[in-house]
């Protein structure tokens, strides 16, 4: 028998924080047509710096892990339940770089490794990620994200 979604979170040990707001006047998220796209969210704690300078791509990747489970809390608090997500669609990250920082992809896989963890073949998804001069509050990164749900 295949665990939910919800019981994979619990296995991994993964512990939902509340659901961040918009920061600023944005929905944050939109479902059309059954995609529900989540407005650009970042890690927890409010770290301030850049890639290649403040943090190491290894700190990128802890961040963009964290900036994951901010977006998980925001899918159940907007669908009430994760088994609701029947695919992981886009993910768009912005990593807050220094010009000489070429490891971008290195610090998404963050997200991405733990999209699949819960999600398993559902959480392979489309992703780009760019390096940014500055990002909203010089955040690390931000990242915004596509899913399909189930009405």
Known sequence: MSLSVEQRVEQLGIQLPSASGPAAKYANTVIVNGLL?????????????KLGSSFSTEEGYAFARETGIEILAVLKETLGSLD????????QGFVNAESSFEE????????????IDVFGEKGLHARSVFGAVSVRDNLPLIIDSI???SE
Request: charged share 25%; hydrophobic share 35%; glycine share 14%.
């Open 84 to 91: 609701r997500v029947k695919r992981v669609v886009k993910a």
């Open 104 to 115: 971008h992809h290195k610090v998404l896989n963050g997200f991405s490794d733990l999209m």
């Open 147 to 149: 899913f399909e749900v």
């Open 37 to 49: 796209f989540v407005s650009g969210k970042g890690p927890s704690g409010n770290p301030k710096g």
